[in-house]
């Protein structure tokens, strides 16, 4: 079964780059799809963009001019960076497995495998 | 604002059938999208719930259910358990965006 760990600073500075990073275990990469969501204290969840095993990627439009999602099939990791980070980016990120199916009209997407989340805090 | 809608809250006692809806638009929900369902018991990550509207994954009761009609999905809890007292998500595609779109959460308190 796969298992997903986040790892990253706690605590990052206004204006400078958040790095998180979600090792995968139990499983392989290949022709999968991996996700960042986040979730601020209190409030619902956000999701922040995906990475194929390949490298193609698709970020939520609220926040593409500042997100880079990279993985590294090698290490079985994938990586979020967020640039230019203020308080309003505190949060708990989650990395979790994509898991798509159907076609055209019919593609369909959830998130199947979560990891147990890491609290960033700005300030 | 979350592109999909849902009570921010909703309360049942034990043994008792509550129902989360879940409103979208014609470019989700509408769209034929499937609805997928989270669970969230507090200070831990959401754990998935109900896949692809109406399949629960292994491990799931069968006291959970999903349903869809129209622009909207509904997740159904029978014979409600203390520990059901969670927050939960509904979650689906969205084609306008091209992205994947969440509800905004109901906490569901058991009383």
């Known amino acids: 079964q796969v298992q997903l760990q986040e790892s990253g600073p706690g605590l990052v500075k206004p204006s400078e780059t958040l790095s998180l990073t979600c090792t995968v275990s139990?499983?392989?990469?290949?022709?999968?799809?991996w996700s960042w969501i986040r979730q601020p204290p209190g409030k619902g969840l956000e999701w922040i963009g995906y990475?194929?095993?390949?490298?193609?990627?698709n970020y939520n439009p609220s926040l593409k001019r500042r997100v880079r999602i990279s993985v590294d099939t090698s290490k079985k990791q994938f990586s979020l960076k967020l640039s230019s980070v203020t308080a309003a980016d505190s949060a708990v990120y989650y990395c979790?497995?994509?898991?798509?199916?159907?076609?055209?009209?019919?593609?369909?997407?959830?998130?199947?495998?979560w990891g147990q989340g890491t609290m960033v805090t700005v300030s | 604002q979350s592109v999909l809608t849902q009570p921010p809250s909703v309360s049942g006692a034990p043994g008792q059938r509550v129902t989360i809806s879940c409103t979208g638009s014609?470019?989700?929900?509408?769209?034929?999208?499937?609805v997928h369902w989270y669970q969230q018991l507090p200070g831990t990550a959401p754990k998935l719930l109900i896949f692809?509207?109406?399949s629960r994954p292994s491990g799931v009761p069968d006291r959970f259910s999903g349903s869809k009609s129209g622009t909207s999905a509904s997740l159904a809890i029978t014979g409600l358990q203390a520990e059901d007292e969670a927050d939960y998500y509904c979650?689906?595609?969205?084609?306008?965006?091209?992205?994947?779109?969440f509800g905004g959460g109901t906490k569901l308190t058991v009383l």
């Open positions: 139990g499983g392989s990469m290949n022709s999968q799809y």
């Open positions: 990475i194929f095993y390949s490298g193609s990627t």
């Open positions: 979650q689906s595609f969205d084609s306008s965006l091209s992205t994947s779109v």
């Open positions: 692809g509207t109406t």
């Open positions: 979790a497995k994509l898991l798509t199916y159907g076609s055209g009209s019919n593609y369909n997407e959830a998130f199947d495998i």
């Open positions: 014609s470019s989700n929900i509408g769209a034929g999208y499937d």
